[in-house]
């Protein structure tokens, strides 16, 4: 997907994407909902978002935790070599309870969000990590949230 | 605060996402063995209380056309980082602002904000506004432009605790 099929979202399209990042209805068919404010059927909200689901551009219609409400969770880093980066990444990602993993360029190149029942457990997939990969892992928990995940304003162009 | 266990199942039934079908909160209480009247109040009850931050469609900015992605973190001050992390959160284009310890030597940040734009000129033109607006602008700072992506998806805060079948419905 890239710029050009962006730009050929309808306006319908654009609407799902971009006003219903908060305060989903919690009514018993929130399709039916959206479709109301948006003024088309229900069938439609369905098929468009699960289009919309399967072409990656929606990754779910999801509840996102404040961080450390349930459970705890970390930011690590990792300084890896190039030829290892693919094989420390699925290892990485082998983890139920990493959620995100991103290559970065710096010299702590793997970048990745862990989180677990308890900061024990958090901390145990961090020395498990370390000890199969033979990495030092670097362990940056929150300490002060300015900003949490609101949503994200899409600009069309 | 601690969670019930109920609460803590469907938190980890909802990382998956809520099911796109007519009525998805009965089908995510068929699966816990719950009322769908019982799933909705408690899923209103969880965002009342703060445990759950925002409930909605959740885009992949990569695949919208946000290819220029960045993390950006400067080394502040103790006396200036929680003004600064403050003034960063109230930039439109700011979407997650905060403070995580310094790891000297290797990583002597403790700022951290994510930006993303359509391409790179344009996020190093918000950083430098960014910067400015947060009284920044002085300090070391680095901008980790993220590459690949290995994984993204919903956390799970306690996956060993939830029924197996909590996850026959990913996407």
């Known amino acids: 997907m890239d710029m050009e099929t962006n730009t050929e979202l309808n306006a319908f399209e654009r609407r799902l994407l971009d006003e219903f990042q908060r305060d989903f209805p919690l009514t018993p068919s929130p399709y039916a909902e959206l479709g109301r404010r948006l003024g088309v059927g229900e069938a439609h909200v369905i098929e468009t978002l699960s289009r919309l689901q399967a072409q990656g551009l929606v990754s779910r219609i999801g509840a996102v935790v404040t961080p450390h409400r349930a459970g705890w969770s970390t930011l690590a880093a990792m300084s890896v070599p190039d030829d290892r980066l693919d094989d420390v990444a699925a290892l990485v990602n082998g983890h139920p309870g990493v959620n995100h993993n991103y290559e970065r360029d710096h010299a702590l190149n793997l970048w990745f969000v862990v989180t677990g029942a308890d900061r024990g457990g958090v901390a145990d997939i961090l020395a498990d990590i370390e000890e199969r990969t033979g990495l030092p892992v670097l362990d940056l928990p929150l300490e002060e949230a300015y900003r949490l995940d609101l949503g994200f304003s899409l600009q069309w162009n | ?171």
């Open chain 2, 1 to 171: 605060m601690e969670l019930s266990a109920l609460d803590r199942f469907l938190l980890a039934r909802l990382a998956d996402g809520l099911p796109i079908t007519s009525r998805p909160y009965a089908d995510l209480a068929t699966s816990l063995g719950l009322g769908e009247e019982e799933v909705i109040a408690r899923v209103g009850a969880l965002i009342r209380d703060g445990t759950i931050r925002r409930f909605g469609v959740i885009v992949r900015h990569r695949e919208l056309g946000y290819r220029a992605n960045a993390m950006v973190v400067w080394d502040a001050p103790a006396d200036r980082v929680d003004a600064a992390g403050r003034q960063l959160a109230e930039l439109p284009y700011v979407t997650l602002a905060y403070r995580r310890p310094r790891r000297p030597p290797v990583w002597p940040y403790n700022l951290f904000c994510m930006i993303h734009g359509r391409d790179r000129g344009t996020v190093h033109d918000l950083v430098e506004e960014a910067s400015n607006a947060a009284g920044l602008s002085d300090l070391p700072r680095a901008i980790l432009f993220s590459q690949r992506c290995f994984k993204q998806r919903g956390a799970r805060y306690d996956a060993s605790a939830a029924p197996a079948m909590a996850f026959g419905a990913a996407s």
